[in-house]
């Protein structure tokens, strides 16, 4: 994860209530209840540009974590070090094994 940063917002009772529900019912932090949501949230909010902008600084293995389930991603496809990604909308991105991506 690197280097970690801690911010502070603001939530309404309901979302902290339900929260700690989530957490109690995953016998896990409160903490990691809002990372993971925190992160999902993210992932909808990503573009073909911000995917493709992502895939050029990690490794093949980082770059798989981060495609495994992401809403944007319809196939991912592993051949000789290169790595094809398939959009829902259509797109293609190719994470050559130099680490160049290309988007098309």
Same mark, same amino acid.
């Given at each position: 994860?690197?280097? /970690?940063?801690r &911010?502070?917002?603001? $939530? +309404?009772?309901?979302?902290? !209530? *339900? $929260? /700690?529900?989530? /957490? @109690?019912?995953? &016998?896990? %932090?409160? /903490?990691?209840?809002?990372? *993971?949501?925190?992160?999902?949230?993210?992932?909808?909010?990503?573009?073909?540009? @911000?995917?493709? !902008?992502?895939? +050029?600084?990690?490794?093949?293995?980082?770059?798989?974590?981060?495609?495994?389930?992401?809403?944007?991603?319809?196939?991912?496809?592993i &051949?000789?070090?290169?790595?094809?990604?398939?959009?829902? %909308?259509?797109?293609?991105?190719? *994470? *050559? &094994?130099?680490?160049?991506?290309?988007?098309?």
């Open positions: 994860m690197g280097d /970690a940063l &911010k502070n917002f603001p $939530v +309404s009772p309901w979302e902290a !209530q *339900r $929260v /700690a529900e989530m /957490a @109690s019912a995953e &016998k896990t %932090s409160e /903490a990691v209840v809002l990372h *993971r949501l925190f992160s999902i949230g993210l992932a909808h909010c990503d573009t073909a540009e @911000s995917l493709e !902008q992502r895939l +050029s600084t990690l490794t093949l293995r980082e770059a798989t974590e981060l495609l495994c389930d992401h809403p944007l991603v319809a196939e991912v496809d &051949k000789q070090g290169t790595l094809t990604v398939s959009l829902r %909308s259509g797109e293609t991105l190719i *994470r *050559r &094994k130099s680490g160049e991506v290309v988007h098309g």
